[in-house]
T-cell receptor, first 116, second 113 residues
Framework: AQKVTQAQTEISVVEKEDVTLDCVYETRDTTYYLFWYKQPPSGELVFLIRRNSFDEQNEISGRYSWNFQKSTSSFNFTITASQVVDSAVYFCALSEAEGGSEKLVFGKGTKLTVNP | DSGVTQTPKHLITATGQRVTLRCSPRSGDLSVYWYQQSLDQGLQFLIQYYNGEERAKGNILERFSAQQFPDLHSELNLSSLELGDSALYFC????????????FGDGTRLSIL
């Protein structure tokens, strides 16, 4: 069965600190996709990144970077030089290619608070 | 702006009532997904439609039903509402493949009094 675990429930940092959000997943499929979404205080869910199971290249987008390691079933998200606007709940999600549905299985989320 | 439109944004009603939540997907997207976000259960998949047909069901109660119309908009019907149905209901859309990200609407916040 699919499962996504975000062990960090809440993280609080001071602006300009780097912060890493952890995500560990479980799946029996060999082909799957991993996602990160951001939910700011306003409530909407914003897509950040998608990774497929065959691409273990790390990705950097501005202050955001993602580290995908199949060996440890992890897909961690790092924010460099955090800003107050990064304060949000961040969700990691998994979608399996097989089974006929692209439903997302979400972790419980990590609430990040960046203090000025 | 994700391009996915959900109405209404807020809904307040009483136990035992029935409500309909509406979703218009992004232009070109054939798949619509419904998710429920509650404090105790987190974000949970309810149901998926692809081009008018039901494709997958998740943890959706029998009191809940959905459909996708020929113009691809979707409605989620919730009936015999209970206090525990209070939640944020999200609609998402995508092209219908696993490698395509789902883009979410702003959600409908349902409060049962």
């Amino acid at each position: 069965a699919q499962k996504v675990t975000q062990a960090q429930t809440e993280i609080s940092v001071v602006e300009k600190e780097d912060v890493t959000l952890d995500c560990v997943y479980e799946t029996r499929d060999t082909t799957y996709y991993l996602f990160w979404y951001k939910q700011p205080p306003s409530g909407e869910l914003v897509f950040l990144i998608r990774r497929n199971s065959f691409d273990e290249q790390n990705e950097i987008s501005g202050r955001y970077s993602w580290n995908f390691q199949k060996s440890t079933s992890s897909f961690n998200f790092t924010i460099t030089a955090s800003q107050v606007v990064d304060s949000a709940v961040y969700f990691c999600a998994l979608s399996e290619a097989e089974g006929g549905s692209e439903k997302l299985v979400f972790g419980k989320g990590t609430k990040l608070t960046v203090n000025p | 702006d994700s391009g996915v439109t959900q109405t209404p944004k807020h809904l307040i009603t009483a136990t035992g009532q029935r409500v309909t939540l509406r979703c218009s997907p992004r232009s070109g997207d054939l798949s619509v997904y419904w998710y429920q976000q509650s404090l105790d259960q987190g974000l949970q998949f309810l149901i998926q439609y692809y081009n008018g047909e039901e494709r997958a069901k998740g943890n959706i109660l029998e009191r809940f039903s959905a459909q996708q119309f020929p113009d691809l908009h979707s409605e989620l019907n919730l009936s015999s509402l209970e206090l525990g149905d209070s939640a944020l209901y999200f609609c998402a859309s995508s092209g219908g493949r696993s490698n395509q990200p789902q883009h979410f609407g702003d959600g409908t916040r349902l409060s049962i009094l």
